[in-house]
């Protein structure tokens, strides 16, 4: 009798996680939704799971379900085909293995955050390259400002890292499952994140300006431009693409420094973080800002358009600062780049 409802509870799981493969098809598109899909039940019954199995039998369902979504899903299929093709100049079999892996990858960086929700956070092991300049900057009275990306698994540095030196306050998109959204903030908050969702009033902007002026963390992912026209076209992997400029516009501003992290998966239990200070100098872009401009100052006077030109070149600069870095990671973690639709400006085989 146990071993029957054992059976069917495995084919309950493997039919939520058939779906969440099918509906992560709207990431395939274009204009990005913003939500983990598999619906409120599944994404529940995935955080039962978890509680009681084996992550890596998660795993195993996945690499089933991956084929098919690649089968029904072909946008974004094509999209990840397309970006090792071209970016990565890999031949057309290496390509379609690379791609096969780069979905898998993203199922189990899914799983992973739901086996987080379900309590098991110390199943997983972190190592933190760069550590020192986090530590520096919380140490510090300013605040600062964390970029992120759809590179492994941005997400879940969240969970496994703690600190109280700082809060962080980190810009979300508000389109999740209320299951998402609880554990999410459940999680979080005790390690002392507040969440902000991204709304249409542009009311998150203003709360993430008076958070880096209280000397508070921001932490916004930098590698989607979602239509806006604020945006700086970088050279990205052997092409052209759009990069917002919101986190860079926050930095200059506030004359607050920032922090590129990428969180990659190397293996099934353990994550390495990268933490890059995002600097132009660093980068040889060879610009350094001016001092800080007082409009209220007779010297400035009639320098206002001046200033503000040098102040968008300041922001361009520290956008292809973060690019440079997002492109080392990428270049060297190439199949964890989790961005499914056609990214590049041009894109012909």
């Known amino acids: 009798m146990r071993f029957a409802i054992c059976e069917k509870t495995l084919s309950q799981i493997e039919c939520r996680i058939s779906q969440i493969a099918n509906r992560m098809s709207h990431i395939a598109n274009r204009t990005w939704k913003g939500n983990t899909g598999g619906g409120t039940l599944g994404q529940r019954l995935l955080i039962f799971f978890f509680r009681w199995w084996n992550l890596r039998l998660g795993y195993a369902i996945m690499a089933v379900v991956v084929p098919f979504y690649m089968l029904f899903a072909r946008k974004g299929y094509l999209a990840i085909y397309h970006y090792f093709r071209q970016q990565h100049g890999f031949s057309k079999w290496k390509s379609f293995r690379k791609t096969y892996r780069n979905h898998f990858l993203f199922g189990q960086v899914i799983l992973d955050r739901f086996a987080v929700f379900s309590g098991r956070r110390g199943d997983f092991e972190v190592e933190i390259v760069g550590n020192e300049h986090f530590q520096r900057l919380c140490n510090g009275e300013k605040g600062f400002v964390i970029v992120g990306s759809h590179v492994g698994n941005f997400e879940i540095a969240g969970y496994l890292l703690g600190q109280d030196k700082k809060r962080i306050n980190a810009l979300i998109f508000g389109g999740e499952t209320a299951t998402v959204q609880q554990n999410r903030s459940k999680v979080l908050n005790n390690n002392n994140v507040n969440l902000i969702p991204v709304s249409a009033d542009m009311s998150h902007l203003f709360a993430a300006n008076v958070a880096l002026q209280n000397g508070e ?102 956008a292809k600062a973060y690019v440079v870095e997002l492109e080392k990671i990428v270049t060297q973690y190439p199949e964890q780049w989790f961005n499914f639709y056609e990214f590049w400006k041009s894109s012909e085989l």
Do not use: T, W
């Open 217 to 318: 963390i921001v932490s916004m992912p930098a590698d989607r431009v979602f239509g806006s026209a604020k945006s700086v076209e970088c050279d990205f992997l052997n092409g052209k693409a759009d990069f917002p400029v919101g986190a860079f516009a926050l930095a200059a501003s506030l004359e607050v420094e920032a922090l590129a992290i990428f969180c990659i998966k190397i293996s099934a239990k353990r994550y390495k973080i990268f933490v890059q200070l995002v600097s132009v100098c660093h980068c040889g872009l060879g610009y350094r800002a001016k001092s800080k401009y007082d409009p209220q100052s007779p010297e400035s006077k009639g320098d206002s358009d001046f200033h503000q030109n040098d102040r968008k070149k300041q922001i361009a600069n520290l």
